[in-house]
């Protein structure tokens, strides 16, 4: 419904650009070009002798705010899309070489490659599927039993794809007179394509006409089946209005870091429409509330400032209106409402995070879009890549400058703090985002693929201790930033929108078993494992390792360890299946280290099991058909999978 940008759009190809993957190529299209983006004459003046960091920016929305926070800090804006000597690139639309040429844990790279799995209408609701799926029946099991998952139809509305036979059928099924269904393209924005279904005529001519195109022969021929690109969702035809009008909220996911992950929720705004609502009116611009659609009309001129109210004059709003005619609890926004959306978001976050692709560097932040009916239910209507950062109203210009700093300060931040394997908290630039998830819980990597599934995993789904403390709360406390502020006591005489938080990560408990030498034959991607000599002094805490680990001479003879860069998407974790043993513990003596490139591995193992030698696996093994059959089709070689964009 907001201004986003979807398309995506690749870059002219690098002279040394390598062959394409499929897992690179998923959701990447190529036959578009994107112009090198020319400096102004003023900025062509300024511009001193190359010096660095340099900073990249394609697009417009917010060129501004983010050029202003880098030049801040003494970077060179450079306006060649295919250089790769950049500190920070900043693109409205994803390019393909840009994630070739990536370097990991040198450089930072916004919007995840594969971030369509949320910001798309048909990939946030197969995912949404998929994890209610999922979890059903982790929760038949009574050691799950603590786990508790929002059901997906009471915050989202019931939708239907129609580029499935099935489900076009469902819908006519479904479908009565005097109801409203809204037609969407999966990948759009800005309220194109969208149209409503009124009558069953309609809903019958639009199910010939997806079948019709169905059937055509060259139909079958387009990979992405771009004409079927849509969804059906049931209309909430009872909005909460505003003085009459019909509105949404705006607010934003932030996922600061992928390795570990860090995600954040932060406030945002209210849109509102211009006229008065009116069900049967077939003005679009009554339905949606988008400022692209508001600006059509000729009132948006002298009532703009009336189309965007910010979440404290919403707060009172519903206090002086609503909370004795609804028993509502005081700052019913703050609290309940904010909860509400801080559990939704995280529940949509929980259901791709083992999909998406992370790589330290990798940041994104999304715009996710709440509805609220007249009876006060929260509805989850959509979630944008690239959301609106134009600053035209003055809401906005106090919004939207927040979130962008504070968005690059928390990137940065968790960026290096990751880098250096150093404690993630407190953060000292998180002001007003609120932590919804840390990955420095995780007690085993995001991305898992075995030879053989001989013991259970630790499913990636499954929530964090901050999930948890979410998704079981009813009430709202305030946000704990560091252990030092933990003690602050919440100033409850004035509403704020820090009320509703969620409390400190505990710190990761690692627990010291037992471990075994390993076998002199043992390798790991082809490096031998020296035996260990003379036991030597634990390392201290909170040591800095190198970007290139060396192997520890002498280690300990509790000590099992497996050094190695590990090649992020990869299917480098074949020795759970070689060994057969439990999902093994990140530990390495008081230290605590994620998994990603340039780390050490250490695995602890149970004394009374031996550990059986190993080899590594070759290619061929490693992508052989039993590992898919396991594991099941990757989603871009899923014919029942249809994308437009990204």
Same mark, same amino acid.
């Given at each position: 419904?907001?201004?986003?940008?979807?398309?995506?759009?690749?870059?002219?190809?690098?002279?040394?650009?390598?062959?394409?993957?499929?897992?690179?190529?998923?959701?990447?299209?190529?036959?578009?070009?994107?112009?090198?983006?020319?400096?102004?004459?003023?900025?062509?003046?300024?511009?001193?002798?190359?010096?660095?960091?340099?900073?990249?920016?394609?697009?417009?929305?917010?060129?501004?705010?983010?050029?202003?926070?880098?030049?801040?800090?003494?970077?060179?804006?450079?306006?060649?899309?295919?250089?790769?000597?950049?500190?920070?690139?900043?693109?409205?639309?994803?390019?393909?070489?840009?994630?070739?040429?990536?370097?990991?844990?040198?450089?930072?790279?916004?919007?995840?490659?594969?971030?369509?799995?949320?910001?798309?209408?048909?990939?946030?609701?197969?995912?949404?599927?998929?994890?209610?799926?999922?979890?059903?029946?982790?929760?038949?099991?009574?050691?799950?039993?603590?786990?508790?998952?929002?059901?997906?139809?009471?915050?989202?509305?019931?939708?239907?794809?129609?580029?499935?036979?099935?489900?076009?059928?469902?819908?006519?099924?479904?479908?009565?007179?005097?109801?409203?269904?809204?037609?969407?393209?999966?990948?759009?924005?800005?309220?194109?394509?969208?149209?409503?279904?009124?009558?069953?005529?309609?809903?019958?001519?639009?199910?010939?006409?997806?079948?019709?195109?169905?059937?055509?022969?060259?139909?079958?021929?387009?990979?992405?089946?771009?004409?079927?690109?849509?969804?059906?969702?049931?209309?909430?035809?009872?909005?909460?209005?505003?003085?009459?009008?019909?509105?949404?909220?705006?607010?934003?996911?932030?996922?600061?870091?992928?390795?570990?992950?860090?995600?954040?929720?932060?406030?945002?705004?209210?849109?509102?429409?211009?006229?008065?609502?009116?069900?049967?009116?077939?003005?679009?611009?009554?339905?949606?509330?988008?400022?692209?659609?508001?600006?059509?009309?000729?009132?948006?001129?002298?009532?703009?400032?009336?189309?965007?109210?910010?979440?404290?004059?919403?707060?009172?709003?519903?206090?002086?209106?609503?909370?004795?005619?609804?028993?509502?609890?005081?700052?019913?926004?703050?609290?309940?409402?904010?909860?509400?959306?801080?559990?939704?978001?995280?529940?949509?976050?929980?259901?791709?995070?083992?999909?998406?692709?992370?790589?330290?560097?990798?940041?994104?932040?999304?715009?996710?879009?709440?509805?609220?009916?007249?009876?006060?239910?929260?509805?989850?209507?959509?979630?944008?890549?690239?959301?609106?950062?134009?600053?035209?109203?003055?809401?906005?210009?106090?919004?939207?400058?927040?979130?962008?700093?504070?968005?690059?300060?928390?990137?940065?931040?968790?960026?290096?703090?990751?880098?250096?394997?150093?404690?993630?908290?407190?953060?000292?630039?998180?002001?007003?985002?609120?932590?919804?998830?840390?990955?420095?819980?995780?007690?085993?990597?995001?991305?898992?693929?075995?030879?053989?599934?001989?013991?259970?995993?630790? /499913?990636?789904? +499954? =929530?964090?201790?901050? #999930?948890? %403390?979410? $998704?079981?709360?009813?009430?709202?406390? &305030?946000?704990?930033?560091?252990?030092?502020?933990?003690?602050?006591?919440?100033?409850?005489?004035?509403?704020?929108?820090?009320?509703?938080?969620?409390?400190?990560?505990?710190?990761?408990?690692?627990?010291?078993?037992?471990?075994?030498?390993?076998?002199?034959?043992?390798?790991?991607?082809?490096?031998?494992?020296?035996?260990?000599?003379?036991?030597?002094?634990?390392?201290?805490?909170?040591?800095?390792?190198?970007?290139?680990?060396?192997?520890?001479?002498?280690?300990?003879?509790?000590?099992?360890?497996?050094?190695?860069?590990?090649?992020?998407?990869?299917?480098?974790?074949?020795?759970?299946?070689? /060994?057969?043993? +439990? =999902?093994?513990?990140? #530990?390495? %003596?008081? $230290?605590?280290?994620?998994?990603?490139? &340039?780390?050490?591995?250490?695995?602890?193992?149970?004394?009374?099991?031996?550990?059986?030698?190993?080899?590594?696996?070759?290619?061929?093994?490693?992508?052989?058909?039993?590992?898919?059959?396991?594991?099941?089709?990757?989603?871009?070689?899923?014919?029942?999978?249809?994308?437009?964009?990204?």
């Amino acid at each position: 419904m907001g201004p986003e940008k979807k398309n995506l759009e690749g870059a002219p190809a690098h002279p040394e650009t390598r062959a394409v993957t499929k897992t690179e190529a998923s959701g990447i299209q190529t036959h578009h070009t994107h112009p090198t983006e020319e400096p102004t004459l003023g900025e062509k003046k300024l511009l001193p002798p190359s010096q660095g960091p340099f900073f990249y920016i394609g697009g417009t929305n917010g060129a501004v705010l983010i050029s202003s926070y880098c030049r801040s800090k003494g970077w060179q804006r450079i306006h060649d899309n295919r250089r790769e000597d950049y500190k920070l690139k900043w693109c409205e639309t994803k390019c393909r070489d840009t994630y070739y040429s990536f370097r990991e844990g040198e450089q930072l790279l916004y919007q995840i490659p594969n971030n369509k799995l949320l910001t798309t209408k048909i990939g946030l609701l197969n995912a949404l599927r998929e994890y209610a799926r999922v979890m059903s029946k982790i929760s038949r099991s009574p050691t799950a039993a603590h786990i508790k998952v929002l059901k997906m139809e009471d915050f989202f509305p019931e939708t239907y794809r129609l580029d499935v036979k099935d489900e076009r059928e469902n819908f006519i099924t479904v479908f009565h007179d005097e109801e409203i269904w809204i037609c969407k393209p999966t990948a759009s924005n800005q309220g194109k394509g969208i149209f409503l279904i009124r009558t069953q005529e309609e809903a019958i001519s639009l199910q010939a006409k997806m079948q019709s195109i169905e059937d055509d022969p060259t139909y079958k021929k387009m990979p992405f089946k771009a004409p079927q690109a849509r969804v059906i969702q049931r209309y909430i035809h009872n909005p909460l209005l505003l003085d009459g009008k019909k509105f949404d909220v705006r607010s934003y996911l932030l996922i600061a870091c992928a390795m570990p992950y860090m995600v954040f929720f932060s406030h945002g705004y209210a849109r509102l429409t211009l006229s008065l609502y009116d069900p049967k009116a077939k003005d679009l611009a009554g339905h949606l509330t988008n400022q692209f659609m508001q600006k059509k009309s000729p009132l948006y001129v002298l009532l703009k400032e009336e189309t965007v109210w910010s979440m404290e004059r919403l707060n009172k709003h519903i206090n002086e209106k609503f909370r004795r005619a609804k028993g509502l609890p005081r700052d019913w926004v703050l609290t309940t409402f904010t909860k509400r959306m801080q559990q939704i978001m995280l529940q949509c976050f929980l259901a791709v995070k083992s999909k998406l692709e992370c790589k330290l560097g990798y940041f994104d932040l999304i715009g996710c879009d709440f509805l609220i009916d007249e009876n006060f239910k929260v509805w989850l209507l959509e979630m944008n890549s690239n959301p609106a950062l134009h600053t035209n109203c003055e809401v906005l210009k106090e919004v939207v400058p927040r979130v962008v700093h504070e968005t690059l300060d928390l990137a940065l931040e968790t960026f290096h703090k990751s880098l250096r394997t150093e404690r993630m908290f407190p953060l000292l630039s998180q002001r007003n985002f609120v932590l919804l998830h840390s990955g420095e819980d995780d007690v085993w990597p995001r991305s898992i693929r075995l030879r053989s599934p001989s013991r259970p995993l630790k /499913l990636s789904c +499954e =929530p964090s201790y901050q #999930a948890m %403390n979410l $998704l079981s709360s009813t009430t709202g406390s &305030s946000p704990a930033k560091a252990a030092d502020r933990s003690l602050k006591k919440p100033d409850s005489a004035k509403p704020s929108l820090k009320r509703t938080g969620l409390s400190a990560p505990p710190v990761p408990v690692h627990p010291k078993s037992a471990l075994h030498q390993p076998s002199p034959h043992s390798v790991v991607k082809g490096q031998p494992q020296a035996l260990p000599q003379e036991p030597v002094q634990p390392q201290p805490p909170h040591i800095t390792l190198p970007e290139e680990p060396e192997a520890i001479a002498d280690p300990p003879n509790h000590m099992f360890t497996l050094l190695r860069p590990l090649a992020s998407n990869s299917s480098d974790f074949w020795f759970q299946g070689a /060994l057969d043993l +439990e =999902p093994p513990l990140m #530990a390495s %003596n008081d $230290l605590f280290l994620p998994l990603y490139p &340039s780390r050490m591995l250490s695995l602890s193992f149970p004394s009374a099991e031996p550990i059986p030698s190993f080899d590594t696996p070759s290619l061929s093994e490693v992508q052989d058909s039993t590992l898919d059959s396991f594991l099941g089709l990757p989603e871009y070689e899923r014919k029942d999978l249809g994308y437009r964009g990204s």
